[in-house]
Each structure stands twice: as C-alpha cells, then as structure tokens.
C-alpha cells in the first residue's frame, strides 16, 4: 500500500505539471492546490483567462487530464485514510507516532522495513540496514567518509528523512532530538543534519519498540546517547 501510495503521489505530480506546462506556454500559471476542488478552480480560472486574452481553448487538453488528477487525489485520499486506520491499529505505530515528524505512513514505512526488531542487537544497527550511514573509502593511511550508502529500503529511507525535515522547523515542539539536530546544522550543513537526524529517528524508534517504551522529548535514554556520535559524514 506504501509503494502503491508513492506511485499514484508520482503520477499525480507529473500531471499537475504538465497541466502547469501547458499553462506556462501560453504566460499563465498553477499556483500550488491543496485539494482537488482548489485544483479545478484554479485550472478552470486559467483556461478562461487565456480564452479571453488570446482567443486560445485549452479545454480540449486540460480537461482530460484534470479529470485524471482528481482521480489519483481521491486515491490517495482514500489510501491516506487506510494506512491512518491500520497504523492506529498496531500498537508499536501508535508510540512511533509520538515521535515529531512521524506520522502513520512513516510509522507503518519503518514498520514494514524492519518487521523483526529483535534481529538487530544493537539499535544503531538500523542505521547501516536503511542505508543512512556515510560510505568510507580508506586507501593506506587516508579515511575518507563519503555519502550515505543507500541500502535498504528506499521507501523507508526518504519517509525518514521527510520526518528529519520536519523535525528541523522551527513549527514543530522543543525537544532533545531537535536540539542537537539544530546545532549539528549550525556546525555541518542542512543536507548533514537532515541525515543524522533521520538516522537519529530510526535508532529511537528501534530502542522504543524493543523495550516498549514511549517517547519522552527529554529523556537522556541509551537510544539518544547511541546516536549522539552518529553524526553524517
């Protein structure tokens, strides 16, 4: 249902811009909708704006695909709407949640990634398993760390790092993972910090299902001082 998810938002992005390209030819624009009803509004605006200023009617290939869009939003809607009741099912999705930046499709991604979290001895085994750790090439003496090796599930992978991003604005709650997610931005870039935090999360997330804890935004608990030295290469 994830994987199906992320086609059909792919699919419904590419055709908003195309109806967006269409639009551009022509000196017109679609601004960003949030609903399908805002979409139709906007596009219907546009095509009436050219009709009338340059005598040009784009119905005929707007039309198709505005219908198509209003498809996949309604889908997607409708798997949004699952995957929130599956999640408020399962009582380990239920703790990830607790976590900024997680919601039910992050905490169903991590979830399904993982399955078995007993099969990793140490929590910051994750890390390595999803692919969030950089790469090192030694040649003699000489270490260098590169990026991230990207193993694993790529789904989980970029859900991880969409929560990181969340978790670094300044909209979202005060707690010990944004701190040090903040400053480790201040020291070593957004692309870095984005990383670490996300890798950050799937540590925590692994520790609170293993010992059935809960998230405490302050807590000075193993799975935060284990992924202290993690930081992104």
């Known amino acids: 249902m994830l994987a199906t998810r992320q086609q059909m938002v792919r699919m419904r992005v590419g055709s908003e811009a195309s109806i967006g390209a269409q639009f551009h030819l022509y000196g017109g624009r679609m ?7 805002m979409l139709r509004r906007n596009a219907i605006f546009e095509m009436a704006r050219i009709r ?7 119905r ?12 996949l939003r309604a889908y997607v809607e409708h798997l949004d709407h699952e995957l929130a009741e599956m999640a408020a099912s399962i009582e380990v999705c239920r703790r990830f949640m607790e976590l900024p930046g997680v919601g039910p499709i992050i905490a169903l991604s991590f979830y399904s990634a993982v399955c078995e979290p007993n099969r990793f001895e140490r929590c910051k085994d994750v890390g390595p398993y999803l692919g969030l750790v950089p790469r090192v090439r030694q040649s003699g003496g000489t270490v260098a760390r590169l990026r991230i090796s990207k193993m694993g599930s790529t789904l989980t992978r970029q859900h991880l790092a969409t929560a990181a991003m969340i978790v670094l604005r300044t909209t979202t709650k005060d707690s010990k993972l944004k701190r040090w997610g903040l400053e480790l931005r201040e020291r070593r870039g957004v692309g870095r910090a984005r990383m670490a935090v996300a890798r950050k999360l799937a540590i925590i997330m692994l520790a609170m299902w293993k010992r059935g804890t809960t998230f405490e935004p302050f807590s000075g608990s193993e799975a935060l001082s284990n992924s202290t030295s993690l930081t992104a290469a």
């Not at 601004?31 to 009803?37: E, F, L, Q």
């Not at 009338?52 to 784009?58: T, W």
């Open 60 to 71: 005929q290939d707007i039309e198709p695909v505005l219908s198509i869009c209003e498809s």
């Open 52 to 58: 009338k200023e340059q005598k040009i009617d784009l």
């Open 31 to 37: 601004p960003r909708n949030r609903s399908a009803a």
